[in-house]
């Protein structure tokens, strides 16, 4: 399984399914994160936390514990 967060700089990736409950899963579902939106990773801060991606048109900088319930194609 492959994860957001295992993506690298300039991927454009689709989400798979959101793994994970309550108020984590619904954080990142409220961010634009649902089931087959395309996600591309602009940067990645240097020690990989966070994750700054744009997901339907805006930027999003997303920490690594939430990046890693996304999984990705």
């Given at each position: 399984?492959?994860?957001?967060k295992?993506a690298k700089?300039?991927?454009?990736?689709?989400?798979?399914?959101?793994?994970?409950?309550?108020?984590?899963?619904?954080?990142?579902?409220d961010?634009g994160?649902?089931?087959?939106?395309?996600i591309?990773?602009?940067?990645?801060?240097?020690?990989?936390?966070?994750?700054?991606?744009?997901?339907r048109?805006?930027?999003?900088?997303?920490?690594?514990?939430?990046?890693e319930?996304?999984e990705?194609?």
């Amino acid at each position: 399984m492959k994860t957001l967060k295992d993506a690298k700089i300039g991927d454009t990736v689709k989400v798979v399914k959101l793994h994970g409950e309550g108020p984590l899963k619904r954080r990142v579902m409220d961010m634009g994160i649902t089931k087959g939106v395309e996600i591309y990773v602009r940067k990645v801060a240097p020690l990989g936390d966070p994750v700054e991606i744009t997901v339907r048109g805006y930027e999003l900088s997303l920490r690594r514990m939430d990046a890693e319930i996304v999984e990705i194609a």
